[in-house]
Nanobody, 123 residues
């Protein structure tokens, strides 16, 4: 069992930066791919980035070159560093974990979810 808690959201102007952090509890953290998803008002939840247990990472095209995902297994933490933020990045951002050496970009592959943190980018 893994419990996830996000922090670091807030309000930022376009072009600015934010760093989201996610802290997990539970012994299966190291076996999980850790990902970030986001959901804007009126839209479906969408994949942002994932970092697997063996260091493989990929992200959705719209954030490549701007967002970086990293993790520290010793601290059970996964971060999302966001630069050059755009108003269209405004959403609730969720940290998620798969468990059991599964990785992917579909929400249904993720078993553990945080409560979400709001990111608002003003123009």
């Amino acid at each position: 069992q893994v419990q996830l808690v996000e922090s670091g959201g807030g309000l930022v102007q376009a072009g600015g930066s934010l760093r989201l952090s996610c802290t997990g509890t539970g012994r299966t953290f190291e076996q999980s791919a850790m990902g970030w998803f986001r959901q804007a008002p009126g839209k479906e939840r969408e994949f942002v980035a994932v970092l697997s247990w063996n260091g493989i990472t990929y992200s959705t095209e719209s954030v490549k070159g701007r967002f970086t995902i990293s993790r520290d297994n010793a601290k059970n933490m996964v971060d999302l560093q966001m630069h050059s933020l755009k108003p269209e990045d405004t959403a609730v951002y969720y940290c998620a974990g798969t468990g059991d050496y599964v990785s992917g970009n579909r929400a249904d592959q993720y078993v553990y979810w945080g409560q979400g943190t709001q990111v608002t980018v003003s123009s």
